[in-house]
């Protein structure tokens, strides 16, 4: 009997943000008579929904108890891991895992790959020292580099000082088919609780983060509300930022046009039942967001950054802005709102683009491919049979 390969998905922790929502899809659609998948996280979640949804599907499932980046017992644990379950390859996500999976791969001989979901912008903010064990560990110990746009790929290969032949675009992708409400699915019923009446809703899904660029949208939004009181903004997550938004959306006098929702498990509905999507980020990836926005078919609007201009075609697909740019936001939201149907008509460009080229089984089978043609140059013999 051959046997299958085993591979180590290692991550910061399973939340809800993009990485992690890629992790648990490709857990989804992998390979099972290819792949033996297990599951790490550097530190648990405080509302865990990932874990017990691979737990679920069969997956072996880790959470180490991380106190600081790069916690000497917890890359023991790590290392004693790979060891005990015979890994063969590691592929890591997110900046402490990046740097832990690293030197666990160096200690156990394994092969690492890891996915940078950001672009340099990203790494730059984070500290000196950070960055330094980022850049160097992957120089050292990585085999190669998955970058989530094409638009990324030169710029995080001189970043981190890696010859493009290294750095593979591997474009994030969503299962398409998810995201279509149910037949019983009653808009104006959901428009009634999330915003108190039938508005038109301008939804934005992203955390409450700076990178998110949120603050712009409400300066936006005092824009565009001046003039259209049947707009109702839509804050679709929770975060750091949530008491600052809403305060300095108070005080721009929209403090009754804008709802921060929290977490949501209708996130599909919310979408569409919305008039317009709008991604405010200052720096990105490949935001599953806008991804799953036009997967629904909802316009979009969305700033100019990392890898959304490769999504996101202005004026074919949706319309791009210019990031922390309140008044150029303001107005490409006013365009979509007061021509509902070339809104519309670029929707559904941007819907059928995304279901060609964006479904999560086209970059569940090139992580897949990566896997094997890293193995397949490993100098350490495996066995091949159990």
């Excluded at 790590?78 to 996500?93: G, K, Q």
Aim: with cysteine; aromatic share 6%; glycine share 6%.
């Amino acid at each position: 009997m051959t046997r299958k390969i085993r591979l180590l998905q290692l991550i910061d922790q399973l939340g809800d943000a993009g990485a992690e929502r890629l992790v648990n899809s490709f857990a989804m659609g992998i390979d099972r008579s290819e792949f033996d998948l297990h599951v790490c996280a550097l530190r648990p979640w405080s509302f865990p929904k990932i874990v017990p949804d691979l737990r679920a599907m069969g997956f072996p499932v880790t959470e180490l108890d991380q106190h600081h980046a790069y916690d000497l017992h917890v890359l023991i644990s790590l290392v004693n891991y790979i060891r005990r379950n015979d890994i063969d390859i590691i592929h890591t996500h997110l900046l402490a895992a990046d740097v832990m999976g690293r030197l666990a791969g160096f200690i156990t001989r394994r092969p690492v790959v890891s996915t940078i979901h950001n672009g340099r912008a990203d790494l730059d903010n984070e500290p000196r020292h950070r960055q330094w064990m980022e850049r160097w560990t992957a120089r050292l110990w990585c085999r190669r580099l998955i970058v989530v746009s094409a638009l990324l790929r030169v710029e995080i290969a001189g970043w981190f000082g890696f010859p493009l032949s290294k750095v593979t675009t591997i474009p994030n992708g969503v299962d398409t088919s998810r995201f279509t409400p149910p037949p019983d699915f009653d808009p104006r019923a959901l428009k009634q609780e999330l915003v108190g009446g039938d508005y038109r809703i301008v939804a934005n899904v992203a955390r409450l983060v700076p990178q998110k660029g949120q603050s712009y949208l409400v300066e936006a939004a005092a824009i565009v509300t001046k003039t259209r009181p049947d707009v109702r903004i839509a804050i679709v997550s929770d975060g750091e930022l949530r008491g600052e938004i809403m305060a300095q959306a108070e005080a721009l006098g929209i403090g009754d046009k804008l709802v921060v929702t929290g977490m949501r498990a209708d996130v599909t509905e919310i979408l569409a039942a919305s008039d317009l999507f709008v991604l405010s980020s200052l720096w990105e990836g490949m935001p599953l967001s806008l991804i799953e926005a036009m997967s629904v078919g909802v316009p979009a609007v969305a700033t100019d950054v990392g890898g959304v201009g490769q999504l996101l075609k202005d004026g074919v697909t949706g319309l791009l802005v210019p990031p922390a740019d309140a008044q150029a936001l303001a107005d490409a939201i006013a365009d979509s709102l007061d021509h509902p149907e070339a809104a519309r008509n670029r929707a559904a460009v941007a819907k059928e683009m995304v279901v060609r080229e964006y479904d999560t089984r086209t970059m569940i089978r090139r992580w897949e491919a990566v896997y094997k043609h890293e193995l397949s140059r490993t100098r350490k013999k495996r066995p091949t049979a159990r």
